[in-house]
């Protein structure tokens, strides 16, 4: 009984038209930045840290769809911050392909390292670099004097 009930949870029903129903499971509620289904689902025993096919994290998917309240609520529920996919990404260099400099000072405030190399040989800075996300980059830029600043205080 309990198994099936957190497969119901996990899988919401959204109506599309008034004629037709359109299945949509726990990668689309975040996607949507649905935090009311993602949190009785997280209630239900659903892991933060669950990845899809491919490996991208529920917060992956948060970063590139903007879904402000679904990673904040994966984030307090131990969702890994540099968790990576199997392109090597994280949801940090997610939200820096999408320019989302909102989203990237979400994840360095929890502690994201801007400096994991993915398997292309990038690191966030370098994407924000390299695909002109001005933005992100100057985010970067103020991160990284910010710790030079604080190791310079610590000698």
Do not use: P
Not at 4 to 20: D, E, N, R
Not at 32 to 61: I, P, Q, R, V
Not at 66 to 73: K, N, Q, R
Not at 75 to 97: F, I, P, Q, W, Y
């Amino acid at each position: 009984m309990k198994t099936t009930l957190l497969a119901t949870l996990f899988t919401i029903a959204v109506s599309v038209s008034g004629f037709s129903q359109k299945t949509l499971g726990v990668f689309d509620a975040v996607k949507l930045n649905d935090s009311t289904t993602l949190a009785t689902c997280l209630h239900y025993g659903l892991k933060a840290n669950t990845t899809s096919f491919y490996g991208n994290t529920l917060l992956m998917e948060a970063a590139r769809n903007h879904s402000y309240a679904a990673a904040t609520l994966l984030l307090a529920h131990g969702a890994k911050v540099d968790a990576r996919n199997e392109l090597g990404n994280t949801a940090l260099m997610e939200a820096t392909l999408r320019g989302d400099e909102r989203m990237a000072e979400m994840l360095l405030q929890a502690g994201a390292n801007m400096s994991i190399v993915n398997r292309a040989g990038e690191t966030a800075v370098t994407i924000a670099e390299g695909f002109e996300k001005t933005a992100v980059a100057s985010l970067f830029n103020n991160q990284d004097q910010h710790t030079k600043d604080r190791y310079a205080k610590l000698r």
